[in-house]
């Protein structure tokens, strides 16, 4: 289904860039050349087409979970899957900008998903063209993808954004019009939190990777990532390493379970140096991804799977290629490095040596290790990890095992499909390792790990957030692209300033008249150095705008607002000048909010007036306020005419509520502190909650949604002893279960209600 979605998107924006270098067409990884999309650069209309996902029975997957974790080798299941087939020509907005140029934009909605992540299956950019995917608050940008990310199956995938809703952005320059084409074919619901969006319920026993523990395998964890893909109607993650060769051509060789299967390979995403800088943090940078393998062996009888990666793994990722002993010799001790339930990166250490066993399931005779952890634990997720011996060498892969119990570790068993059964068990080059971990047959018993390092000097190659300017000038931020891993950087930019910058991405350099600028930039490392010179790239042009005034509400003013309220509230503003094709983006958020928007809206043309509800105001003014108080405000407008902005500087004031819904219907003494149920129960939009109070205390009433974010404070002042009553409008929220709660003093209370719309 596809409607019209307006999108409250501010223009000061907050932005994720990823950095990867460049790579053949032939690749399928997220070449993400950062960046921002054209909506953060210019004037765009705040309409757009979004398409919205069927609901899913969350309550239903989390029980199917819980009876298949009590299944060995089961992988982690994360999310539900939607085919789909929406592209540029059949669904989306177009939109044609002053140059001739176009932007394309989609927005994919599924409702109270706690991420959304996309699989293309006709994925080509052509010459120039750019694209972005990102959520509704643009804090999390991933992008530009360009030319470099086409494959030859055409299939490519993305990291999945925080929120409900993904927003896709695609720009097409004139010189390349209808050239590019985006088949998005499947969208993933993520039901759980895997990426630390919010508190991540880990075992306690769970150590980080950055803990003192770890501090010997600062080479080994590097070779070590989590890994996304997609069996059927559901999305999974497991983990798994890069492994050595005995030619040490750093081919990038990954090995992880048989039982993570997916689909289809081309999609699969490896999560590179996924982990939390500290030992107590449970956040990591998403930044280093890539997509896409070739299946080269797999064997159940072990449970193992060996892909090929699609390209070679970025410089800026410093990759690690693990060593590897398959002389089946028993380990003095062991170590994983994992990511159960999706954390960060994880490390396990089992003193004791491990023993031979069979694997269940009919796997082969013993060709299993088993171990007991000491510290730490492996759980769903941790799959395919690796288990390394003493000497930082790889003797297997994680299958599973016995749930994961912190209270009992020595009670819990996990089983590693040995490598030295792996190597030769299954007679072909499709069922064993020997074939591809030794390619040239020397019959080595042990490899050693090498750092991904190639030898040759750096290929320069950069970008930047915007190569055109207004005449009035302005900053650029630019961005390192080179290969091969260059370790210094000499730009250079006449004309601007600075003139020269050794940052590897500098940003801010100030551009303030008309003119084309060019831009070079030196890249060096052990092996030799490399010039990039690019004439004109920078172009500093446009037409300027005048300037205008605010009007009214005059600044320190006050609105006075009630939630039944149907009248408006005029903001208006001067004109300027000359363009007669200005348009106006009003904007008001509350004081002190960085980035979070109230309310941002395009009055396009050359009305120079918005009138907005008093009854919408309040909503604001009771989400970012206090019940019964005000909320102080900052509101101003730019005008754009395509080429050149300006923006007011704020008026500032006061939204008063005008509260009616807090009652004390008695004054009689209760007998004890009590919340009561909501009525009615589901409503729509409103709903009165009762309760009692025994005693003066300050009180505290306040709503929630289902993800502990507080949408509502109803009341948040003194009361005196007595039973009260108060009125809660929901119509600014969707449909949805809701939690709300009293607390005082000496009682505490949270109860639930369902908004029905």
């Known amino acids: ?416 499909g040995k490598l030295s059964s792996s190597w030769a068990h299954g007679g072909s080059a499709g069922n064993q390792l020997k074939d591809w971990l030794d390619p040239n047959n020397t019959g080595a018993l042990t490899v050693d790990g090498i750092d991904d390092i190639t030898g040759i000097a750096p290929i320069t190659n950069f970008t930047s957030n915007t190569q055109v300017l207004p005449i009035t000038g302005g900053t650029v931020d630019f961005f390192d692209m080179s290969t091969n891993g260059p370790t210094s950087w000499s730009w250079s930019f006449p004309g601007a300033t600075p003139s020269t910058s050794n940052q590897r991405n500098p940003g801010a350099i100030s551009y303030t008249a008309t003119g084309n600028y060019t831009v070079s930039l030196t890249t060096t490392n052990a092996f030799g150095s490399n010039l990039k010179t690019v004439v004109a790239y920078i172009k500093v042009q446009g037409v300027p705008l005048s300037t205008f005034n605010l009007l009214s509400p005059p600044s320190l003013s006050r609105i006075v607002v009630s939630s039944n309220d149907p009248t408006t509230a005029a903001f208006t503003w001067g004109v300027s000048n000359p363009s007669p094709t200005v348009k106006y983006s009003f904007k008001i958020k509350k004081v002190g909010t960085v980035p979070e928007d109230m309310l941002v809206s395009d009055n396009s043309g050359l009305a120079t007036e918005i009138n907005i509800r008093k009854s919408f105001l309040d909503s604001l003014a009771a989400r970012y306020g206090t019940a019964g108080d005000s909320v102080m405000c900052a509101w101003r407008v730019t005008a754009f005419n395509g080429a050149d902005s300006i923006t007011t500087n704020s008026f500032i004031i006061t939204i008063k509520r005008d509260v009616v819904g807090i009652n004390q219907i008695s004054s009689v003494l209760p007998e004890k502190f009590s919340l009561y149920n909501n009525y009615p129960n589901p409503f729509n939009p409103s709903t009165n909650i009762k309760f009692d109070i025994i005693k003066n205390d300050r009180v505290l009433l306040v709503v929630y949604n289902m993800l502990g974010e507080k949408v509502a404070t109803l009341v948040d002042q003194n009361l005196t002893p007595g039973s009260y009553n108060v009125d809660f409008n929901a119509s600014s929220l969707s449909s949805g279960m809701y939690f709300y709660r009293l607390e005082t003093q000496d009682f505490s209370e949270t109860k639930r209600m369902a908004l029905i719309k």
Not at 150 to 176: K, W
Not at 214 to 230: C, D, H, L, M, Y
Not at 368 to 377: N, Q
């Open 1 to 416: 289904m596809k409607n019209n979605f307006r999108l409250a998107i501010a223009l000061s924006l907050t932005f994720m860039l990823t950095f990867c270098t460049m790579f053949s067409n032939n690749a399928s990884a997220q070449i993400n050349v950062g960046g921002l999309p054209m909506s953060s650069m210019t004037e765009l209309n705040d309409v757009f087409s979004i398409v919205t996902m069927p609901g899913i029975d969350t309550q239903r997957l989390i029980e199917e979970d819980r009876e298949n974790e009590q299944i060995p080798g089961t992988p982690f299941r994360y999310g539900y899957n939607f085919d789909v087939n929406y592209n540029l020509s059949n669904s989306g907005t177009w939109e044609t900008l002053s140059d001739g140029s176009r932007v394309w934009r989609l927005a994919v909605r599924s409702a109270d998903a706690v991420s959304i992540n996309l699989a293309f299956k006709d994925f080509y950019m052509p010459k120039g063209a750019t694209f972005f995917v990102y959520n509704l608050g643009k804090n999390t940008i991933y992008g530009a993808f360009t030319e470099l990310n086409n494959t030859e199956d055409g299939y490519f995938a993305t990291t999945p954004t925080y929120g409900s809703t993904t927003v896709l952005e695609y720009y097409e320059p004139v010189y390349s019009k209808d050239q590019g084409r985006i088949t998005l074919h499947k969208v993933t619901h993520a039901y759980k939190d895997i990426f630390g969006y919010n508190s991540v319920l880990e075992e306690p026993c769970n150590i980080n990777i950055n803990c003192p523990i770890g501090s010997p395998w600062v080479e080994q964890k590097r070779a070590n990532t989590r890994i996304t893909f997609s069996q059927g109607a559901g999305s999974f993650l497991c983990s798994g390493s890069l492994m050595n060769t005995t030619l040490g051509d750093r081919q990038p060789y990954y090995l992880y379970a048989e039982h993570c299967a997916t689909d289809n390979y081309s999609t699969i995403v490896f999560y590179f140096n996924y982990e939390n800088p500290t030992c107590i943090g449970t956040l990591g940078s998403l930044a280093q991804t890539m997509t896409g393998a070739t299946m080269k062996a797999a064997n159940f009888d072990t449970d193992f799977r060996l892909v090929l990666l699609n390209q070679q793994v970025p410089a800026a990722y410093n990759a690690y290629f693990n060593g590897w002993d398959r002389s089946n010799t028993q380990p003095v001790n062991q170590t994983a490095i994992h990511h159960p339930g999706g954390a960060v990166k994880k490390i396990s250490v089992d003193n004791q040596p491990a023993n031979t066993v069979t694997g269940f399931g009919g796997r082969l005779t013993n060709g299993f290790w088993l171990v007991v952890w000491d510290e730490g634990m492996t759980e769903g997720g941790s799959s395919g990890c690796p288990i390394y011996d003493q000497n930082k060498r790889v003797i297997g892969q994680n299958l599973g095992g016995t749930p994961a119990n912190c209270n009992n570790p020595q009670s819990v068993q996990k089983y590693f």
